[in-house]
Structures are given as C-alpha cells and as structure tokens.
C-alpha cells in the first residue's frame, strides 16, 4: 500500500407495477359471444367464407396472445427494477472499487486511489483539487502489480486540504526510462443509493455511478490491520526516492 501522510513522512506503497390490457377475449365466454354476434349480422345471401372466418380466428387469438406478452414483459420490467433497487441498497455502506482517478475526500478522513503497473517503476504522484489546483505532489518507487495509494487530505506543504473531488495522476517510468503506462481506480464507502433512477445510482460523496461501474467490493478494514500497516508505511518512508 502506498500512504502519503505529509508531516510525519510519506511513502510508496421498484415498485412492482404491471399494466393490464383490456383483451379481445379476456375470457371464453365472451370470445365467443363476439363471434356469435359477428354471425348473427351477416348477410344470409353472402355468407362469411369460411376461410375468411378461420383467417379471423387466428387474427383474433393473434392479438390476444400479444396483449398478454405486453403484460408479462411488462411484469419482468417491474421485477428487474425491483431486483436492480434491492441490489443498490445492499451497497450503501460498503466499500467499493471503481474505474477512475477523481474521487471524494471528507472534512476529517482519508481517501484511497487503487493504481496497477506492468512493472517496477519511478513515479510522480500529482492530487489535484476540482479547480486543477496542485494538492499535493511527491516521487515514489512502486512495484509491479495492483496497489492503493492512501491520502489523508494534506497538502505537499502539511496543510489539510477541504473536502471535495480530487483528482490523482501518475506519470512513471521505468529503469531504462521508458514510460511506465499506469491505469487507476478509486476506492470509497457509498454513501446513498438513489433507487428512483433507472438504473439506481449510487454515491460516494458527490461521486456519482452505477452498479454496473462497482469492478470490486472491499471488505472493511479491521483497526489492528490499518495500526499495522500504517507502521509498516513510516518504516517504508525511509525508501522514498
């Protein structure tokens, strides 16, 4: 994990709703009180053929047949947003990884950035605010593979930024200094989860996405993990290049 704490040393690391259709036939009886009346009014001398009669069977029970899909597609519309809003509201409070490089940082906590590299690597870490104004920026020497990159809101300087949307940008190369291409995500707890939208959208801060974005869910970290590894990250400060 990479931790940047400024001062004391930073380092690498639905309702369900269904519409019913008034249908041609919506039962027997009157299927067939239409069709006895359709007889009883032709014209004796020119008789419904009865090929016509068949045809309009068909047409009849056609229509019908579709009315009732309508209604049932409709049925499995309301059960999937239904299932997509109960999906949504089992996030909020979970912490979750998505793709990115902006991401929300409270008045009082941290947040995190979750980067890979195809290899080792010397990279300059840049957090901008939502103005582009620089927030912090420092070199740092990372490995190969998935890690995360933790702020805690201080500047380059030591001064504790405000709460809002930054942005992280990491520009590395590697030992013959070719450009080292590195992709990030963010990582954050959810806040809320608006079901009244389709798809429901979830947030974290003002951070707005859909389910389909979430790539992993984190499992919450224990207080003894988090005294362990930020030990672990003042040791590793010492190897920052």
């Known amino acids: 994990m990479i931790s940047a704490t400024t001062g004391v040393g930073t380092t690498a690391t639905g309702t369900s709703s269904t519409s019913t259709n008034p249908g041609i036939a919506s039962n027997f009886t009157q299927f067939l009180q239409l069709l006895t009346t359709q007889l009883k009014n032709q014209n ?10 068949t045809q309009q069977l068909v047409q009849f029970a056609g229509v019908e047949q579709q009315l009732r899909s309508n209604d049932q ?21 979970k912490t979750v990884v998505i793709s990115g490089a902006t991401t929300h940082l409270s008045s009082t906590g941290t947040t995190t950035w979750t980067f890979s590299s195809p290899k080792p690597a010397s990279a300059t870490v840049t957090i901008k605010d939502s103005t582009g104004q620089t927030a912090f920026s420092s070199n740092y020497s990372i490995n190969t593979g998935r890690q995360d990159f ?10 504790r930024w405000p709460a809002g949307d930054y942005t992280m940008t990491i520009t590395a190369k590697d030992a013959s200094g070719q450009n080292v291409a590195i992709t990030t995500d963010v990582q ?7 079901v009244s939208e389709t798809p429901p959208v979830l947030s974290i801060g003002e951070l707005k996405f859909t389910i389909d974005q979430v790539k992993r869910v984190v499992r919450a970290t224990d207080p003894a993990s988090t005294a362990t590894s930020t030990a672990t990250s003042l040791m590793s400060s010492l190897f920052q290049s």
């Open 150 to 159: 933790v702020w805690d809101g201080r500047g380059t300087n030591g001064q």
């Open 44 to 53: 004796p001398l020119d008789p419904l053929d009865t090929n016509q009669f």
């Open 73 to 93: 597609l409709q049925t499995l519309v309301a059960l999937q947003k239904s299932t997509q809003s109960s999906a949504a509201l089992e996030f909020v409070g």
């Open 188 to 194: 954050g707890i959810i806040d809320s989860a608006d």
